[in-house]
């Protein structure tokens, strides 16, 4: 078993992540968070990382200790971008960090998937849960592009969609650093090419893709493209200013991270063949 | 301080005279009768309804100083609309009499229930959250206007200290509520695919943060919980038992179609969404530290 699956982390690293999570007797934070579930799920998940995705991290390094804000372009119909970044938090990071990323409000209602999520430290996105886990030095990781930003189709893969403003406020209300991420692959694992809106609303889903695979492959049209991901970490953001000032203030800021998100995203782009680049519009 | 105790017949109640005694005098009321053999440490008072006249003759003849409501029927006891009389005109009335009879300690044990199990509901609530729980369920509007008349009472009756307590589930080896007989099933039902955190507090340590409400000296609304969170599904293990998972979709038309005192439907969204109450302010203010930690509690269920 250990030869097919070897154990991602070392124990130093094990034991880091079990010190700096504090749990009850039963072993959950008040999140739902349970370190084991979440360990064994990124051994078994841990060659997707490597060897599906050969996942890549550039600047992890710029991550600074205690709290922070990890703000990434989002993509790919399912959250695989959020999750391969949680991974490269834990795997990659020096120190290993459990990266806490919100999910849709609508999540909660999936069943089992849902309770995996929440056991590997998922948390709903509400303003209120991000405020707890930032005062709780966690690092956590926001798409403020939500669903516009992963339900996009094929030809808008890495343009940018319109940020929420939320999560600018609350990195000024609790002096949390912003890094920006630039993920650079996962806009092209599934290439959408219609959103059926009416079967979306019938499942109550927030979209549902057509791809070249999807729905003519069955499960097998999930199985997204083996594209070769890389991680750009930007230098973390220090934002000043009144969190309940007004949203053209609040704007003026939250483009100034999505200027950094973009300028990462070229940055990787240049890197890449050139069957995949593309422009920002 | 005499204290006027609704519910006494009850099991928590028992627990909460047994060492108010030790300071106090107590009167027991209760809408049920005392089983065979059961004694409460003072007089016990039989009402029909606790917004019976007789209740009036309960407060004349006692003049107690504070009133400890513990009386809040649980949906496996009455019917929708009989729950609705004794828990909303019930409490009611007797706060209504406390302001006439010059009562000047109330404390309303009242559920965290009244917050609602919903999808979208952040990790731990405080008290200042909406009371959602009626969203979904109009037969739990008992609860939330039962909190309800306790708070307005708190805010236009401020020459009585009234304190609100929203409990987590409260379970215990003496306790015969719902969650304490779920957790003594053989095979614990759970939703198929979902696994709410819960929050669970020991009946020791129930009563233990009702006294010190009692006789402490703040005023307001506090949540009240125990030591952390945990799954339901763990939940039934560290409490000796298996969980049997039923599908979702089954589980509400069965449960709907079941006689209420069977399960009521009404409660099977707090085992598929998460209501996760911050009990900071209790713990702060009161200095309240629950004694038992959520595996000793859930351990002790078992009789």
């Known amino acids: 078993m250990d030869k097919w699956l070897p154990d991602p982390l070392d124990e130093a690293a094990i034991e880091h992540l079990e010190r700096t999570t504090p749990v009850n007797s039963a072993g959950f934070d008040p999140f739902g968070l349970d370190l084991g579930t979440a360990l064994r799920t990124l051994k078994a998940s841990a060659p997707i990382y490597r060897r599906w995705f050969r996942v890549e991290t550039h600047g992890i390094e710029n991550v600074p200790e205690g709290r922070v804000m990890l703000v990434p372009n989002h993509s790919g119909q399912l959250p695989l971008d959020g999750m391969l970044l949680s991974m490269a938090m834990v795997l990659e990071g020096k120190p290993p960090r459990l990266a806490r990323g919100m999910v849709e409000r609508w999540f909660p209602s999936l069943p089992f998937v849902s309770t995996l999520f929440t056991r590997c430290g998922q948390v709903v996105g509400d303003p209120d849960n991000c405020i707890e886990l930032l005062r709780r030095d966690q690092a956590i990781l926001v798409f403020p592009e939500g669903i516009r930003g992963s339900g996009k189709l094929w030809w808008d893969r890495y343009t940018l969609q319109r940020f929420g403003t939320g999560f600018v406020r609350i990195a000024l209300e609790t002096g949390s650093p912003i890094v920006p991420v630039g993920i650079v692959g996962a806009e092209e694992t599934y290439p959408a090419v219609y959103n059926l809106k009416p079967l979306a609303k019938l499942l109550g889903t927030p979209y549902v893709p057509i791809t070249p695979f999807f729905p003519w492959l069955g499960l097998l049209g999930v199985v997204p493209l083996p594209v070769k991901i890389d991680l750009w970490f930007g230098e973390p953001l220090v934002l000043e200013g009144d969190p309940n000032g007004l949203d053209r203030d609040i704007q003026a800021q939250v483009e100034r991270v999505k200027d950094e998100i973009r300028s990462l995203l070229d940055q990787g782009l240049a890197q890449r063949p050139r069957l995949t680049r593309r422009g920002d519009r | ?303």
């Not at chain 2, 089983?35 to 003072?42: E, K, N, Q, S």
């Not at chain 2, 809040?72 to 706060?95: C, F, H, I, P, W």
């Not at chain 2, 729980?133 to 609860?143: L, R, Y």
């Not at chain 2, 009472?153 to 987590?168: G, I, M, N, Q, S």
């Open chain 2, 1 to 303: 301080m005499k204290v006027l105790v609704t519910g006494a017949a009850g099991a928590l109640a028992r627990i909460v005279m047994e060492q108010l005694v030790e300071d106090h005098e107590v009167v027991g009321v209760d809408v049920r009768r005392l089983l065979d053999g059961r004694l409460i440490p003072g007089p016990f008072e039989y009402v029909r309804r606790y917004n019976q006249r007789r209740m009036a003759d309960v407060f004349r003849r006692h003049r107690p100083d504070a009133l400890l409501h513990l009386g809040r029927a649980r949906s496996m006891e009455l019917s929708t609309r009989k729950r609705y009389d004794q828990n909303v005109l019930g409490t009611r009335y007797l706060l209504e009499l406390c302001a006439h009879g010059g009562v000047r300690e109330v404390v309303v044990l009242s559920t965290f229930h009244v917050y609602g199990a919903h999808q979208y509901n952040h990790v731990l609530l405080d008290e200042d959250e909406p009371l959602r729980a009626i969203q979904t369920f109009p037969e739990i509007a008992d609860s939330v206007e039962l909190d309800h008349a306790a708070t307005t009472f708190l805010w236009r009756h401020r020459e009585a200290r009234t304190v609100v307590l929203r409990p987590v589930h409260i379970v215990g080896p003496s306790l015969n509520n719902l969650m304490s007989r779920l957790l003594r099933l053989r095979r614990c039902p759970k939703l198929w695919g979902y696994d709410p955190l819960m929050q669970f507090m020991h009946e020791r340590d129930a009563a233990r943060a009702i006294l010190l409400a009692l006789t402490g000296d703040r005023v307001g609304v506090y949540n009240v919980a125990g030591e952390g969170v945990v799954p339901w599904s763990r939940a039934i293990r560290l409490a000796g038992r298996r969980p049997m998972a039923i599908p979702h979709v089954l589980a509400y038309p069965a449960a709907a179609a079941l006689p209420e005192r069977f399960f009521p439907d009404h409660l099977l969204d707090y085992f598929r969404y998460a209501t996760v109450v911050s009990d900071q302010r209790f713990r702060e203010e009161y200095g309240f530290t629950p004694a038992f930690s959520t595996v000793d509690t859930l351990g002790a269920v078992r009789r």
